[in-house]
């Protein structure tokens, strides 16, 4: 809750347990530590193909934490043979910016009026060589 965008502010729609249960199953997480802390952190679905959260704490933005942590995940999604990840931000954000930088095309608006963006395997093989 200390990101300063895309906060989550009804916590009601997380259900108990989904986040265990998907870090059981076929999710991942990965974090960045600095001096024993956690700063940032990522967390994928496999079964969904999407990117679940990808968030860097206030002072630590900029530094290129967040682009690694998004590319370990994306690396990971494409060895696994997903052929496409799909993630959705609020727009007109930073997070909105970070997304379109590294290659994802926004394709549509979901209910919640956040973009929904993708990412192909081979989008993300061809920009990343």
């Known amino acids: 809750m200390s990101v300063n965008e895309n906060r989550l502010s009804d916590l009601s729609v997380l259900n108990p347990g989904d986040v265990d249960r998907?870090?059981?199953g076929d999710g991942r997480?990965?974090?960045c530590e600095v001096d024993g802390?956690?700063?940032?952190f990522a967390m994928a679905d496999l079964s969904g193909a999407n990117v679940y959260a990808l968030f860097v704490e206030p002072g630590y933005e900029g530094q290129g934490i967040g682009r690694n942590l998004h590319d370990t995940m994306m690396?990971?999604?494409?060895?696994?043979?997903?052929p496409e990840v799909w993630l959705s931000t609020d727009p007109n954000t930073r997070a909105d910016s970070f997304y379109r930088?590294?290659?994802?095309v926004a394709n549509?608006?979901?209910s919640n009026g956040e973009i929904r963006f993708t990412m192909s395997r081979e989008r993300w093989l061809t920009s990343n060589i």
């Open 22 to 24: 998907m870090l059981a």
């Open 29 to 31: 997480g990965w974090v």
């Open 37 to 40: 802390r956690i700063v940032a």
């Open 75 to 82: 690396n990971w999604f494409f060895d696994a043979g997903v």
């Open 101 to 104: 930088c590294a290659g994802w």
């Open 108 to 110: 549509g608006t979901r």
